[in-house]
């Protein structure tokens, strides 16, 4: 049981570039989320999904796009990555009650140089 | 909308000491709250989680909460710390389909 699974684990991109991450659940769970960490500031929801083909905005949306085109896959995308976009990606998926607690994947630590 | 509030930011201890973390949170409804924890270089794991009854939790690794209603607050607690409990503790609550994190405390433990 893989449970939640991103990729890529690291990856150095120049500005401007564009990127895919892909975040993978094999646990049925309805919705999944796109958080990121940084220093001092917690876990900040970027985006979050609370079906297939569903999206919505989390905290800090811009410079981010996603797409859930099938229950187990989330993709975060940034079509042109700035510098402050540098941090540690997680995703996460839960079946959505509040009861449920969230199952993180390893990360995805992104540099912008 | 649910905030979740944590004020330690970095904690230092020693070995075999007690551990109080605190958590407060803003909205006074139903409640369900969560701690995660995250070892270096590693993701988010859940701890324990208070939905309902019981206001003392007991989660993993002798980790314990008590949900304190009248003051907000659903702090961590550990009778005596490990060097292995070193990491980083996020306090969370459910709102609007979103389980929203506090900014986190950082732990260490002196061996």
């Known amino acids: 049981n893989a449970g939640v699974t991103q990729t890529p684990k690291f990856r150095v991109l120049k500005t401007g570039q564009s990127m895919t991450l892909l975040c993978a659940q094999d646990m049925n769970h309805e919705y999944m989320y796109w958080y990121r960490q940084d220093p001092g500031m917690g876990l900040r929801l970027i985006h979050y999904s609370v079906g297939e083909g569903t999206t919505a905005k989390g905290e800090v949306p811009d410079g981010y796009n996603v797409s859930r085109l099938k229950k187990q896959n989330f993709l975060l995308g940034l079509e042109s990555a700035a510098p402050s976009q540098t941090s540690v990606y997680f995703c996460?998926?839960?079946?959505?009650?509040?009861?449920?607690?969230?199952?993180f994947g390893n990360g995805t630590r992104l540099t912008v140089t | 909308a649910q905030s979740v509030s944590q004020h330690n930011h970095h904690v230092i201890l020693s070995e075999a000491a007690s551990l109080e973390l605190g958590c407060n949170y803003s909205?006074?409804?139903?409640?369900?709250l969560f701690w995660y924890v995250q070892y270096p270089g590693q993701h988010l794991q859940l701890l324990l989680k208070?939905?309902?009854?019981?206001?003392l939790v007991k989660g993993i690794k002798g980790f314990e909460a008590e949900f304190i209603k009248s003051k907000f607050s659903f702090n961590l607690r550990k009778p005596s710390v490990q060097w292995s409990d070193t990491a980083e503790y996020f306090c969370?609550?459910?709102?609007?389909?979103?389980?929203?994190f506090g900014t986190g405390t950082r732990l260490t433990i002196i061996p």
């Open positions: 996460a998926s839960s079946y959505g009650d509040n009861n449920s607690p969230l199952h």
């Open positions: 909205y006074g409804g139903t409640v369900n």
């Open positions: 969370a609550a459910p709102s609007n389909e979103k389980l929203t």
């Open positions: 208070y939905f309902s009854g019981d206001p």
